[in-house]
């Protein structure tokens, strides 16, 4: 009975494992972001960005623009009058006027909402994410991702970082010569450098990661003062113990 069961395992796995490998994607090393969501400057401007580039097809559901506005330092009236373009109250959740039907219709899927995609994902993936697109006229938007190949969207930043193309090698294995690509440059036609379009990604991804857990900061906060209660607390019980045992003794 033993036996059967290990091979049954066996031949599960056989049978999972090249179906695993193919979701885990290619192996495409990650940047890293550096975020900091206490930088509320950086996660003002990544509000901007993701209000004015990425809110038409991704909505935050989970998440309300007064809760955002409070917590990154925007005064209630800036952001009703530069953050929020439909109509909603400031008590709102970010939401956009897209159907899924037809966001289906036209991207191939709909497009995810963005709420914790920096807890499923990891902020490091966001940030190459977005600086992974490159030209390709095959796809259906002109671009591909390196990270994410044959993704559904279009680059939302071309404007900002300029039209990517791909930086290719010829790779030789077993006498097969295919072309790898390496990484990706811009054509210097975006409205910023290339140091201002990182930093522009690191704000959006500074955004994102803070989204995903928003009460991150006072959590650990409140970690730092409850430490510093055990500490004291541990102070006042041992030396409770050394002078009841004294009179012990």
């Known amino acids: 009975m033993m036996k059967k069961l290990l091979i049954g395992v066996f031949a599960l796995s056989v049978n999972l494992l090249p179906n695993m490998v193919m979701a885990a994607g290619p192996s495409v090393p990650l940047m890293e972001a550096g975020n900091d969501i206490s930088d509320q400057p ?28 409070r917590d990154i330092g925007i005064p209630t009236e800036i952001g009703q009058e530069q953050l929020i373009f439909d109509g909603s109250k ?17 991207f191939g899927a709909a497009p995810p909402d963005l709420t914790n995609v920096a807890r499923v994902r990891g902020s490091d993936w966001i940030y190459t994410y977005l600086k992974s697109f490159y030209k390709d006229e095959s796809r259906p938007f002109g671009v591909n991702n390196t990270l994410f190949p044959s993704v559904g969207m279009p ?18 294995v077993n006498g097969k010569t295919t072309t ?11 409205e910023l450098s290339v140091d ?13 990661e ?40």
Not at 180 to 190: A, K, P, R, Y
Not at 215 to 223: F, I, N, P, Q
């Open 210 to 249: 803070y989204v995903g857990e928003p009460t991150r900061l006072e959590s650990e906060a409140l970690g730092i003062k409850v430490l510093g209660f055990l500490v004291i607390l541990f102070i006042l019980a041992f030396m409770l113990k050394k002078e009841y045992w004294r009179d012990v003794h």
């Open 90 to 106: 400031v008590g709102s959740h970010i939401n956009n006027a897209m159907k899924k039907e037809d966001a289906a219709k036209w």
């Open 42 to 69: 950086s996660l003002q401007r990544g509000a901007k960005l993701f209000m004015n580039y990425c809110l038409g097809c991704h909505q935050m559901q989970y998440q309300r623009y007064e809760r955002t506005f």
């Open 155 to 172: 680059h939302v930043l071309q404007e900002l970082q300029g039209v990517p193309t791909a930086i290719t090698e010829e790779v030789t």
């Open 196 to 208: 201002e379009y990182d930093q522009a990604v690191r704000d959006l991804t500074n955004f994102l």
């Open 180 to 190: 790898h690509i390496t990484g990706t440059e811009t054509d210097g036609t975006g």
